[in-house]
C-alpha cells in the first residue's frame, strides 16, 4: 500500500520561498512518475510539476506547467523516498492546496492526473500579497 504525505506549506509573503516535502512509502522512485499538482477554490486541480524515472531516464525527466517554469523545481531524493517541491518568487496567484501524486508507471511524460494512482492528503500553501 503506497502512502504520501506532504508537508511544508504556510504562508508566505509575494517573492518569497517555500519547500515542500512528500514521504513516500511503499513505492520506489524506480519506473515510476512522481508530481505535484495545486488547487485553488472555485478551481479544477491543476497539474504543477512531474518527474518520472524508466530504464532510459535513470536520473529522471522533469515537466513544468509554464506558469512555474523558472520558479519552481521538482526533486526526488532516492535516500530518503521524499519528492520535493521548491518554489521561489511566490506570487498570490500560487495560493492553493498542493498534493503530491504517486504513480506506477515510468517514462510518462504527461500533465493529465489520469496516470497517478496515489496521492496525499495536501498542504496548504497562501502566499500574501
Known amino acids: 500500500q503506497v502512502h504520501l504525505v506532504e508537508s511544508g506549506g504556510g504562508l508566505v509573503q509575494a517573492g518569497g520561498s517555500l519547500r515542500l516535502s512528500c514521504a513516500i512509502s511503499?513505492?520506489?522512485?524506480?519506473?515510476?512518475?512522481m508530481g505535484w499538482f495545486r488547487q485553488s477554490p472555485g478551481e479544477e486541480r491543476e497539474f504543477v510539476a512531474s518527474?518520472?524515472?524508466?530504464?532510459?531516464?535513470?536520473?529522471?525527466?522533469?515537466i513544468y506547467t509554464p506558469s512555474v517554469t523558472g520558479r519552481f523545481t521538482i526533486a526526488a531524493d532516492n535516500a530518503t523516498n521524499t519528492l520535493y517541491l521548491q518554489m521561489n518568487s511566490l506570487k498570490p496567484e500560487d495560493t492553493a492546496i498542493y498534493y503530491c501524486?504517486?504513480?506506477?508507471?515510468?517514462?510518462?511524460?504527461?500533465?493529465?492526473?489520469?496516470?497517478?494512482?496515489?496521492w496525499g492528503q495536501g498542504t496548504q500553501v497562501t502566499v500574501s500579497s
Open positions: 501524486a504517486s504513480g506506477s508507471s515510468g517514462g510518462q511524460l504527461t500533465t493529465r492526473s489520469r496516470i497517478y494512482d496515489d
Open positions: 511503499g513505492r520506489t522512485f524506480s519506473n515510476s512518475t
Open positions: 518527474i518520472t524515472f524508466s530504464d532510459t531516464w535513470r536520473d529522471g525527466i522533469k
